[in-house]
């Protein structure tokens, strides 16, 4: 067996990821990049998030979801990255089965939790999608969010009367 299949042995399958956000200056012209490097769908929308004052494309490749976001404020999350660091890759998404018992986790090693800037918010708390919560700490220069996907009737409830 060699290190790569020993890695594949190794890995923790409750951590998948679900998706990779990149901080862009702007979306128009990254997302032409994509599709015309990588073959990214023509028919890719552009969508503003309002609350979180981010114009956003969102493609899949192979199953995992790519996000270009850009700052809609001067002073917002992704202007300020890319002042520090330049384009690139901000943050990954880690869809986890169980958001307390992740953060939990890291939390024993030091880490902190970071505001939702968005929601106003530290730690686990209700979006569309799933339960969130934001690291302050960063590995290999990547944010951390961790998400915990809605079950069918957490959906529901969310969608009804927010959760
Ligand atoms: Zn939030």
């Known amino acids: 067996m060699d290190y790569r299949e020993r890695a594949k ?13 990149f901080a862009v200056k702007s979306v128009d012209n990254a997302l032409l990049n994509f599709q015309s490097l990588l073959s990214v769908s023509e028919k ?9 004052e981010t114009k956003v494309a969102i493609f899949y ?10 700052s809609l404020n001067k002073d ?12 690139g890759l901000h ?24 505001i939702c800037e968005a929601c106003n918010v530290y730690g ?3 979006h569309p999608e799933g339960f969130v919560a934001f690291l302050d700490d960063e590995v290999a ?16 409830k969310y969608n009804i009367t927010g959760i």
Do not use: P
């Open 141 to 156: 220069g990547t944010e951390i969010e961790f998400m915990q996907v809605y079950s069918e009737n957490e959906l529901k």
């Open 61 to 70: 490749i192979n199953d995992i979801e790519f996000q270009l976001c850009e």
């Open 124 to 126: 686990s708390h209700a």
């Open 91 to 114: 943050h990954i998404c880690y869809e986890v089965d169980d958001i307390k018992k992740s953060i939990d986790h890291a939390k024993k090693h030091n880490a902190k939790l970071r």
């Open 9 to 21: 042995l190794n890995q923790d399958k409750s951590i998948r990821i679900k998706h990779m956000a």
């Open 44 to 52: 890719t929308e552009k969508v503003i998030w309002e609350k979180a």
């Open 76 to 87: 917002g999350r992704f202007t300020n990255w890319i002042e520090k660091y330049g384009e």
